[in-house]
């Protein structure tokens, strides 16, 4: 049973640093395209970053150079270190897996996915 757990929300000033965990289970994140996307309430879930199972990564231009992805194999886990946040960076954090090697051009579309996690709220005062 695929299961995605994130941690690692709260609280932080304009300018200030996150850093959230995606924890995998029922698969292996070494093998599998992992996207995080982001939602707040009333509007729609858009994606953020992507890691496939060769570790290319992908990232939407609102969060380039500020946001990183990056996996832990051993505790089958990816991460979303996010530096410089902005306050419309605020929003609940979900990560999603479809379980293929490669993600798709499609990477930053929710139907890309089949499994979410429950998501984890940041918040960004400024």
């Known amino acids: 049973q695929v299961q995605l757990v994130e941690s690692g929300g709260g609280s932080v000033q304009a300018g200030g640093s996150l850093r959230l965990s995606c924890a995998a289970s029922?698969?292996?994140?070494?093998?599998?395209?992992v996207a995080w996307f982001r939602q707040v309430p009333g509007t729609e879930r858009e994606g953020v970053a992507a890691?496939?199972?060769?570790?290319?990564?992908y990232y939407d231009d609102s969060v380039k150079g500020r946001f990183t992805i990056s996996r832990d194999s051993a505790k089958n886990t990816i991460y979303l270190q996010m530096n410089t946040l902005k306050p419309e960076d605020a929003a609940i954090y979900y990560c999603?897996?479809?379980?293929?090697?490669?993600?798709?051009?499609?990477?930053?579309?929710?139907?890309?996915?089949?499994?979410w996690g429950q998501g984890t709220q940041v918040t960004v005062s400024s």
């Open positions: 999603a897996t479809n379980r293929a090697i490669f993600c798709t051009r499609e990477w930053i579309q929710t139907s890309a996915y089949d499994n």
């Open positions: 029922g698969f292996t994140v070494y093998s599998s395209c």
């Open positions: 890691i496939n199972g060769r570790q290319n990564t």
